[in-house]
């Protein structure tokens, strides 16, 4: 998924942390919500103004995340 679109970053908005779609929903919200055990029904019921799109793209924008942490590591 191309997570270019919906994820948001602006440095005045929640620190410059990354946003969905210029919301002040940072992806590591998303992130621990899903991490606690709710489901992607459970956050949208929740959150109405998400999609499953968002939710998509913060978990892509994650596992991109973490491939560059790993790269940056093993350099």
Same mark, same amino acid.
């Given at each position: /998924?191309?997570? @270019? &679109?919906?994820?948001? +970053?602006? !440095?005045? @908005?929640?620190?410059? @942390? !990354?946003? +969905?779609?210029? /919301?002040?929903?940072?992806?590591? &919200?998303?992130?621990?919500?899903?991490?606690?055990? /709710?489901?992607?029904?459970?956050?949208?019921? &929740?959150? !109405? $103004?998400?999609?499953? $799109? &968002?939710?998509?793209?913060?978990?892509?924008?994650?596992?991109?995340? $973490?491939?560059?942490?790993?790269?940056? @590591?093993?350099?």
């Amino acid at each position: /998924m191309d997570y @270019k &679109d919906i994820i948001t +970053i602006e !440095p005045g @908005k929640r620190n410059g @942390k !990354p946003c +969905i779609r210029g /919301m002040r929903i940072t992806v590591y &919200d998303v992130l621990g919500y899903l991490a606690s055990g /709710m489901s992607t029904e459970e956050v949208l019921d &929740d959150f !109405p $103004e998400l999609t499953k $799109e &968002d939710i998509l793209a913060c978990l892509s924008y994650a596992s991109d995340a $973490e491939k560059h942490t790993r790269l940056l @590591k093993i350099a």
